[in-house]
């Protein structure tokens, strides 16, 4: 009985449209991103063959950085595009966000997983490259000793061991990114001057009361109340930084599930086409 209910409420919501959509769509970018990505890997390791230069492999990982610029971009689509083109056809507001999420989800997910395996093939033939012609591909740490199959070992167990945290780090800022995305489509204007403009007036009212003391130490040419201050500026910046070093994981958590109801209150009252 639970799971008839369950399915005539996945029918009712058109979650599987969504999914579908987002599959058709989303999966279509994300694999030809990946496909470019790879691309561009195997010209840097056929240029070598070709030029007289060196091709330096420094290890297995799991991008990152790429990951949470293709949660932004996609979030931000998902929002816009996306959201205007599912409530056309009269799709529930709450299926829509909640698709748009688990798709997301899903998606940037699978990305990060995807630039993991295109490390590990790109590991893998400059390893074997390596082994015919050390000269130009060279498979070695930045900072340390390991090279080879040593090295291709330890950096792919670095890798999966931090794999968690990646993915989870992924969710979390996929979450920020969608909230981001409904906003601006809800307000621009304001959204962009909350997250510009709020933090630099803040740095002003915070740097002006310290400047000024400090022209005014400096005018009066007390060197011992200038040593006091560089003293100050230095553990308030060394506690911010502890501060955050410390507490910034539950930080992005919370204001991940915090991001969570204000984007769906942020999207609820889209109009339909």
Known sequence: MQ???NLQWAQNASLGGVFRYHWKVMGKAIAWVLLIFLAAQIVSLVLPMVFDIQFTFT???A???????AA?????IAAHQSTRFLLRFGTPRWSVWLGNLLSLFAGMVAFLLGTLLLSMLAGGLTLGLANVMPRK????QFFGELQGSTLYAQSLWAALANLPTYILY???WTCLFYLLGCCLRRNRSLTLFIIIGVPMLLMILTLVPAVRQAATIVHNADERQMLLLGVQWIKVLTDIARFVQNEWQT????AAVISLPLSYLCMRNTQQP
Not at 137 to 140: E, G, M, S
């Open 251 to 254: 930080i992005q958590l919370a």
């Open 72 to 76: 932004c971009v996609f979030s931000v």
């Open 170 to 172: 992924t969710l979390e």
């Open 3 to 5: 799971q008839t209910v």
């Open 59 to 61: 290890g297995v990982y």
């Open 63 to 69: 991008d990152l950085s790429v990951t949470l610029f």
């Open 137 to 140: 591909y060279v498979f070695q």
